[in-house]
């Protein structure tokens, strides 16, 4: 179910603060979140933003088709390994 338009967006207000200081200062660094359910806003373009996956911070450049995602949609939390191989179903003793 989607956030209801009277509210409006989601972005936390600490992630937000660093934006607008690394718009002012025009610098290269990597913004840290735990935020994965922030919104990612129009401000945040061109960004570097280090979300984190649970493990591990996962750096996320973000672009135009991102905005009025969540920072969470490009962080994946799982890593698939690949579905066991049908040798090794079949050497298992009935």
Request: without cysteine.
């Amino acid at each position: 179910m989607s956030r209801s338009t009277k509210k409006g967006p989601y972005v936390e207000a600490k992630l937000m603060k660093r934006v607008e200081l690394a718009r002012r200062s025009s610098s290269r660094v990597v913004l840290k979140t735990w935020s994965r359910s922030s919104t990612i806003m129009p401000d945040m373009l061109g960004l570097t933003i280090a979300v984190h996956d649970g493990r591990r911070h996962i750096p996320v450049l973000i672009t135009e088709n991102m905005v009025g995602h969540r920072l969470g949609e490009f962080a994946p939390t799982r890593t698939f390994r690949g579905h066991s191989s049908k040798s090794d179903k079949t050497t298992t003793p009935a």
